[in-house]
């Protein structure tokens, strides 16, 4: 009962910090005041920029480390062989639910702790700037449908602590989104990062250190996939593009169909 509990309450949590983060990335406390209240104020802090409006390194050096403690969480987390070490102090079924608090708590520290840099690149005007916007409620709502497309609660950890000794790691389900894309969920990820209508260096800088952070992090997350599913993911991957959506549903051959 007690994995449970605290299964639920990090889950809680991160979906807190999910949500101040989209708040912070799309600077939706400057324009909604009571998301301000709630949330950091956003990316790009007050929106006013320095004097002789010159780039902070300094600024830039910080922001991209404070990141980097994140990329390094997962990179180090996801690996099979840390996975086994710590499996040997807590319970296999709470593993997921470590993984996400930890992730949760380094994310939480970057939105609290990101210095802004509101030097505007580009700035888009009406009504192509609704269009914008809506792109970027868009990527947050690819983000959040995405995960229930395959399993949102064993993503997040739920499945396994519910399930406890009896967890099996779930079969690949290829359904929806996933027939024309690998990972829509990151897309939805990038979709969010990118489109806004005012482009400044803080927020550029933060949507490419993730770009590579995803980039990176898809490679070492398919392999690690591949270990576990075997034939049944390398055909799907061979046949559906990563990032950029097919205009064809994926169909899986008739070996594969058996295998589901």
């Known amino acids: ?3 449970i509990i605290i299964g639920l309450a990090i889950y809680g949590y991160f979906f807190y910090v999910f949500s101040m983060t989209f708040a912070w990335i799309s600077n939706v406390g400057s324009y909604i005041p009571l998301v301000g209240l709630l949330f950091p104020r956003g990316i790009d802090g ?5 004097r002789n409006n010159a780039i902070d390194t300094n600024a830039v050096v910080h922001n991209v ?12 987390m996801a690996r099979p062989a840390t996975k086994k070490v710590i499996t040997k102090v807590i319970p296999v079924y709470l593993e997921r639910s470590l993984f996400v608090l930890c992730a949760s708590a380094i994310l939480h520290l970057i939105v609290t702790h990101w210095t802004p840099i509101p030097i505007v690149l580009y700035e888009i005007g009406a009504p192509w700037s609704y269009a914008v916007w809506a792109t970027c409620a ?5 983000v959040f449908f995405s995960t229930w497309m395959i399993d949102h609660f064993d993503l997040f950890g739920l499945r396994q602590v519910f399930m406890g000794n009896n967890y099996t790691h779930p079969p690949l389900v290829v359904q929806y989104l996933y027939k024309y894309v690998r990972h829509p969920l990151y897309l ?3 979709m969010n990062f990118y489109a806004t209508p005012v482009m400044t260096v803080g927020r550029l800088v933060f949507a490419l250190t993730a770009t590579a952070f995803i980039l990176v992090g898809i490679q070492l997350e398919e392999r690690d996939i591949v270990d576990v599913l075997g034939r049944e993911y390398e055909e799907y991957r061979s046949a559906v ?3 950029i959506p097919s ?3 994926y169909k899986p051959t008739r070996r594969a169909e058996k295998r589901h």
């Open 1 to 3: 009962m007690i994995e």
């Open 46 to 50: 007050d929106m006013v920029p320095p």
């Open 65 to 76: 480390l404070l990141f980097c403690i994140f990329v390094v969480q997962h990179f180090i």
């Open 138 to 142: 868009f990527g947050f709502v690819l």
């Open 188 to 190: 939805g990820f990038l």
């Open 241 to 243: 593009p990563m990032l």
């Open 247 to 249: 205009m064809c549903p």
